[in-house]
């Protein structure tokens, strides 16, 4: 794990632990999804909160401007916190990590899947079902197309990737007879 993670991760947890103590836990995801959004949306920002050259003060004061009154107290007291230890570089990692907690919490796990044509949503729904029989858990999907796999798709669950790809059973059979020709 990167200094990166460690970082974000320190301060998921003790986000966490103080929105659990006082059970506001949903909120600060959706308090975290509006600065998500509003940082993707606004450049500026997101390059002004990671440049090394402006001061934690005013990244401190930037960050109240922008989203004072739009997230709860915690929230806006957090990222304050962010800010003046200068780690408001880290929010994104932060929201991740903060993220990935709560679905530890409520046992969701997402799951990537790669397909060679795109699923409509019959077919995404079974096989979201058809992963969460597997699991065990909650499923949140991440579809993606990739024409690449030929046919069939691939599906990354953690570190874990079961493959049943056209591309891959082609590699397989390439080196089986790769493999059979040199004996």
Excluded: C
Excluded at 25 to 49: H, N, P, S, Y
Excluded at 68 to 92: D, H, I, M, W
Excluded at 123 to 145: F, G, M, N
């Amino acid at each position: 794990m990167h200094s990166i993670s460690i970082v974000g991760r320190r301060y998921a947890l003790a986000l966490m632990e103080v929105a659990v103590d006082q059970n506001i836990v949903g909120q600060v995801m959706a308090d975290f999804e509006l600065i998500e959004q509003t940082m993707v949306e606004a450049k500026q920002l997101r390059l002004a909160i990671q440049s090394p050259l402006i001061q934690a003060y005013k990244k401190a004061a930037l960050l109240k401007e922008v989203f004072g009154g739009k997230v709860s107290q915690q929230v806006a007291t957090f990222l304050f916190l962010l800010a003046s230890k200068n780690r408001a570089e880290y929010l994104p990692e932060v929201i991740q990590e903060y993220r990935a907690l709560l679905d530890e919490q409520n046992g969701v796990i997402s799951v990537d899947i790669k397909t060679a044509v795109d699923l409509d949503d019959k077919q995404t729904k079974q096989l979201k079902d058809k992963l969460e029989a597997y699991t065990s858990k909650k499923v949140r999907v991440h579809l993606a197309t990739d024409k690449q796999l030929i046919g069939g798709l691939t599906i990354q669950i953690g570190d874990t990737v079961l493959d049943g790809s056209i591309r891959h059973q082609l590699a397989m059979l390439k080196n089986n007879l790769a493999a059979g020709a040199l004996n």
